[in-house]
């Protein structure tokens, strides 16, 4: 978000996007969410948590952030980043998506009821202005051996593709939709656009 005349236009959001992704799909639902919110006339920025800077986060009126699960456990960075922010976070508001395979379970694709998420926002004695988990991408293919047999288990165990050479996507696309319009009506209620000037019938 480097300064030009169109970040000093007050009519339009500025959201800051950060990905904390290891094999690329939680960039790629930061992705679809930049393309959303510029269409909906947002000034997005797009860049890797572990290269935010504090230049970038205060020019920012909304922060989402979405980070994928390895084992159990978001990346540690994510972690240390939302406690070092903890004191912006209460006047900057965030939007936070947790991206796991445990989601595509019914029930499992909320703040509360996603194990990972619950545990971290608990860990953190914190609720951001908007929270919740997507489902990920299984691709067995491009995991190294340990994991992929680790995986193949769990999805045995908990019902789901074990097939080695499968490529599964469960990501709701319609979720990450609804999630970026609620990330538009929380900037909105807090700057509502300004008023269109009447058109005048002749
Ligand atoms: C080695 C490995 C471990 C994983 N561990 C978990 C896990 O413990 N729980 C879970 O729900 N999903 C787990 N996943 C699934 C990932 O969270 C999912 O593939 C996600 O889409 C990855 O996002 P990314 O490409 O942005 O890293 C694991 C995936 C891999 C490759």
């Known amino acids: 978000m480097g300064r030009s005349a169109i970040d000093e236009?007050?009519?339009?959001?500025?959201?800051?996007?950060?990905h904390s992704s290891i094999d690329g799909h939680t960039e790629t639902i930061c992705s679809r969410l930049?393309?959303?919110l510029s269409a909906r006339g947002c000034e997005t920025r797009l860049v890797a948590l572990a290269d935010c800077d504090t230049a970038l986060l205060d020019r920012a009126e909304l922060v989402v952030i979405g980070a994928s699960i390895r084992y159990g456990r978001h990346r540690?960075?994510?972690?240390?980043?939302l406690q070092a922010q903890r004191s912006r976070f209460r006047h900057l508001p965030c939007a936070l998506f947790s991206v796991n395979?445990?989601?595509r379970k019914p029930g499992k694709d909320t703040a509360g009821g996603n194990p990972y998420l619950r545990r971290l926002l608990a860990r953190l004695g914190w609720q951001p202005a908007v929270a919740t988990a997507f489902a990920g991408r299984l691709d067995y293919p491009?995991?190294?051996?340990l994991d992929r047999l680790a995986i193949r288990l769990i999805m045995w165990l908990t019902h789901g593709p074990t097939d080695?050479?499968?490529?599964f996507e469960f990501t709701d696309w319609h979720a990450v939709e609804r999630?970026?319009?609620?990330?538009?009506?929380?900037?909105?209620?807090?700057r509502p656009p300004p008023a269109r000037?009447?058109?005048h019938a002749l």
């Open 9 to 18: 236009d007050s009519r339009v959001y500025r959201v800051l996007i950060l």
């Open 34 to 36: 930049q393309a959303m």
């Open 76 to 81: 540690p960075a994510v972690e240390a980043f």
């Open 101 to 103: 395979l445990v989601a």
């Open 142 to 145: 491009r995991c190294r051996p």
């Open 164 to 167: 080695p050479r499968g490529i």
């Open 179 to 190: 999630f970026g319009e609620t990330c538009v009506a929380r900037l909105q209620a807090l």
């Open 197 to 199: 000037a009447p058109t």
